[in-house]
């Protein structure tokens, strides 16, 4: 962070602006806009501040400025068109200890000031750090076009509610799920289009009508392989409205860092052979949170229903009477498949799809080879990595030919993905010379071989790392 943005209380202090031109200008009526008390010195004045002047409303020193004691100032304003008077006043601020910006010199300032869009008491402050002012302006005007003109009136409005709410909603996890699904609500276009006695009654019917919210309740969220772009846009809301995050290792921190940053986030991992937390203990942890009336967003990796004992989960809940949803997720295959160019079905080389896992309740898995072994079939293992020497054996065993494409995909659809391709009788030598270290599926059948062919035209696309 390049500047520290604050929202500074100026009502009836005194600030200093040096320099009477039409910029000075401009920095007073934002400054007599926040209700501060504006001196100004500059021998001659631009007309409009001639006329605060002449109501009284700007302290005018008509002299040139000469170096001064500034700490009697809140802030100070260097807006001359002198560098070397606005060095003067930059240095006297500093001395005083006072915070000054010179208008158009970055350098000389210790803060600046940002675009505004102004639904006082709701504002938003826009900032390039000075590196482009033109483009700070540009996002201005795209927010001021999403911000209904009423929004402040609706601040407002809750601002005189507040206490009141709180009355009614003494634990804050219910007074915070009332604001929010007022703020989701329809109510809110009326709000703030009706006038303030029309605004007031229509409050005190929401307010009278809203439930006591009795018992919290679980979402199982899937998060998909990694990459955020790729959760769905119920995931979001739900990871958004929870207010704690019980989340699995395979949960990018680019998904976890869309949580709201007050909502508590426990981890619960399973790495194999490594439990964080035994399957009970997370069964009967969403329980007791959900009993304490909070929101639970369960967050997995990839889809929930699939090899994520999302339907565990849900069963003991169940016999719990607690209330849940489930949000689906994009599963490490279809991920896989598209960030690597690998077609799952094709009308020619693959007529079927299936996803096994190479990892059991009690570790061996014992699928009906024969079928697996299926040609014109993709087949896609999941947790198949340390077993994969005994997969390839039972495939090539059942009559699956050695020279069938065959695909190992590491942290599939993240910036670090490594995508490793050979034949299926080759797999475990590759396997052993990749190293991986993340999370790999393995995928099995002659659609592989497309990649090649799909590979050359794509588009890099990995803007996402910033939106997180
Ligand atoms: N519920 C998850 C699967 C959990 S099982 C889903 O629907 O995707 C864990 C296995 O999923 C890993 O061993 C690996 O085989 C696979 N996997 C999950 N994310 C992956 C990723 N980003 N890249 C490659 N494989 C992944």
């Keep these: 962070m390049d500047y520290f943005p604050a929202f500074h209380d100026l009502r009836g202090r005194a600030v200093l602006i040096v320099g009477g031109g039409e910029v000075a200008a401009r920095k007073y009526a934002l400054l007599a806009s926040a209700g501060a008390r504006v001196f100004l010195v500059a021998p001659a004045l631009h007309p409009e501040l001639e006329t605060a002047r002449n109501k009284a409303e700007l302290m005018h020193m008509p002299e040139h400025y000469a ?30 200890g006072r915070p000054v910006n010179v208008v158009d010199t970055p350098e000389l300032c ?78 809110v276009e009326r709000l703030m289009q ?7 009654a229509l409050f005190a019917d929401a307010l009278a009508s809203a439930e006591l919210p009795s018992r919290g309740e679980v979402s199982l969220v899937g998060a998909g392989p990694g990459d955020p772009e790729l959760l769905t846009l119920k995931g979001l809301r739900l990871l958004q409205e929870a207010d704690v995050v019980v989340y699995d290792r395979l949960v990018s921190k680019e998904v976890l860092a869309l949580a709201r940053r007050d909502a508590e986030t426990l981890y619960v991992g399973k790495a194999k052979a490594d439990h964080a937390l035994p399957q009970e203990d997370i069964n009967a942890l969403l329980v007791r949170l959900a009993r304490e009336g909070k929101r639970v967003c369960r967050l997995k990796g990839g889809d929930p229903f699939v090899f994520g004992r999302g ?38 080389h693959a007529q079927s799809l299936v996803y096994v896992t190479g990892h059991g309740k009690d570790g061996e898995v014992h699928p009906d080879w024969s079928l697996l072994a299926s040609p014109r079939q993709t087949v896609v293992f999941y947790m198949g990595l340390s077993s994969l020497p005994r997969l390839v054996r039972e495939l090539l065993a059942h009559g699956r030919a050695g020279d069938t494409p065959a695909a190992l995909i590491e942290n599939g659809t993240l910036p670090n993905e490594r995508v490793v391709t050979g034949t299926l009788a080759e797999l475990p030598q590759l396997a052993l010379s990749a190293q991986f270290g993340g999370p790999v599926l393995i995928m099995v059948g002659e659609v592989v071989a497309l990649r090649e062919r799909l590979a050359p035209h794509r588009v890099a696309d ?3 790392r910033r939106v997180a």
């Excluded at 068109?81 to 240095?91: F, K, S």
């Excluded at 869009?117 to 483009?135: E, N």
Aim: hydrophobic content about 45%; glycine content about 6%.
């Design 311 to 348: 339907g565990e989960e849900l069963e003991t809940l169940a016999e719990a009477g607690i209330a849940y949803q489930v949000a689906p997720g994009i599963t490490a295959a279809l991920g896989c498949a598209a960030s690597s160019l690998i077609p799952l079905t094709h009308r020619e």
């Design 110 to 187: 210790s803060f600046i000031v940002p675009a505004i869009v102004d639904r006082s008491p709701v504002q938003v402050a826009i900032s390039t750090g000075g590196a482009a002012p033109v483009l700070a302006r540009r996002l201005r005007s795209q927010i001021e076009a999403l911000l209904p003109a009423g929004l402040g009136r609706l601040a407002e409005l809750s601002a005189r509610w507040r206490e009141r709410v709180k009355r009614r909603f003494p634990a804050l996890t219910a007074r915070r799920r009332f604001w929010e699904r007022l703020f989701d609500s329809p109510l």
């Design 67 to 96: 170096s001064r004691d500034l700490s009697a100032y809140t802030l100070v304003v260097a807006a001359t068109d002198d560098a070397t008077v606005n060095a003067q006043v930059a240095a006297d601020a500093e001395r005083a």
């Design 462 to 464: 990995r803007d996402w």
């Design 194 to 200: 009706v006038e303030e006695r029309a605004a007031e």
